[in-house]
């Protein structure tokens, strides 16, 4: 079982940036089709932000489009999510996820990004 960890959260100002990584152990990222990051707000359901194809094809939810830029090492068996210009409402846990249609799929535990003055 592919075990993921996410890292790099915290309080930022509106306008801000923050760098979210997601490192892969007992496993490799490569062992997923795609590898994406999720994020909830409270009181809301968990969507997706940011999603990357093992070929590097990368796709983006409307509302960060622009704004967030989803990248792997496949030598540091990591994926990132850089977010600039963050606003209040992407206040939410992120999390990262590697999903394959068999199938095969992993969460990390989660990592809070607050967007607030």
Known sequence: ????VESGGGLVQPGGSL???CAASS???FSFAYMAWYRQAPGKQRELAARIHI?????YA????GRFTISKDNSKNTVYLQMSSLKPED???????GDSPS?????G???QVTVSS
């Open 103 to 107: 199938g095969r799929t992993s969460w």
């Open 91 to 97: 206040t939410a846990v992120y999390y990262c996820n």
């Open 19 to 21: 760098r979210l990584s």
């Open 27 to 29: 496993g490799s990222i």
């Open 55 to 59: 070929t590097g094809t990368v796709n």
């Open 109 to 111: 535990r989660g990592t």
């Open 62 to 65: 409307d509302s960060v489009k």
């Open 1 to 4: 079982q592919v075990q993921l």
